[in-house]
T-cell receptor, first 114, second 117 residues
Framework: KAGVTQTPRYLIKTRGQQVTLSCSPISGHRSVSWYQQTPGQGLQFLFEYFSETQRNKGNFPGRFSGRQFSNSRSEMNVSTLELGDSALYLC?????????????FGSGTRLTVV | AQKVTQAQTEISVVEKEDVTLDCVYETRDTTYYLFWYKQPPSGELVFLIRRNSFDEQNEISGRYSWNFQKSTSSFNFTITASQVVDSAVYFCALSPPIIQGAQKLVFGQGTRLTINP
């Protein structure tokens, strides 16, 4: 069974540019959530999608956005990149139901903004 | 609001020693889930355990064991007879109740564990 796949693994962008990261969840997992990991702030929740709808959003500026497609694959976009956006971006997928089934994470995309 | 505290930033022990990683959480919810994840240098978060707030039984899985104490809001993780391969950053996390199905994790700051040969 394939795990959560994130592409690309590494990315270098210039300040002011925009970037799109991709996440393919485990087959059957319809919830996809995104996290940002930095040395200073640790792991922080960005947003969560289910059935192409954003259900929950963390405390990030509007430059951070995302979407989910009908096949549950998700993308996140960061516009007008700042140096502080340099981070490891992790995607997690989960089954959805009346209980919390836990989360499976991908290997992440390491974004460097120069 | 929910909060997870891992007071130990770094721990270094010699192989075969037992080591306990502490986790204290804060929440006003009566239903919640607690997790431990391991993050090796590759970056991926590897799931170790999930615990429902209603289940206070301790759990043992091989060399790993977890002690969940609701009275002290703690969910500590012990590695017995540590090995070099256990070296990683370990995260404790809390998941609030599923409100309208939305799910999210609140992470602690992580504990960097180094096992020296």
């Amino acid at each position: 069974k394939a795990g959560v796949t994130q592409t690309p693994r590494y990315l270098i962008k210039t300040r002011g540019q925009q970037v799109t990261l991709s996440c393919s969840p485990i087959s059957g997992h319809r919830s996809v959530s995104w996290y940002q990991q930095t040395p200073g702030q640790g792991l922080q929740f960005l947003f969560e999608y289910f059935s192409e709808t954003q259900r929950n959003k963390g405390n990030f500026p509007g430059r951070f956005s995302g979407r989910q497609f009908s096949n549950s694959r998700s993308e996140m976009n960061v516009s007008t990149l700042e140096l502080g956006d340099s981070a490891l971006y992790l995607c997690a997928s989960s089954l959805v139901g009346r209980t919390n089934y836990g989360y499976t994470f991908g290997s992440g995309t390491r974004l460097t903004v120069v | 609001a929910q909060k997870v505290t891992q007071a130990q930033t770094e721990i270094s022990v010699v192989e075969k020693e037992d080591v306990t990683l502490d986790c204290v959480y804060e929440t006003r919810d009566t239903t919640y889930y607690l997790f431990w994840y391991k993050q090796p240098p590759s970056g991926e978060l590897v799931f170790l355990i999930r615990r429902n707030s209603f289940d206070e039984q301790n759990e043992i899985s091989g060399r790993y064991s977890w002690n969940f104490q609701k009275s002290t809001s703690s969910f500590n993780f012990t590695i017995t007879a540590s090995q070099v391969v256990d070296s990683a950053v370990y995260f404790c996390a809390l998941s609030p109740p599923i409100i309208q199905g939305a799910q999210k994790l609140v992470f602690g700051q992580g504990t960097r564990l180094t096992i020296n040969p």
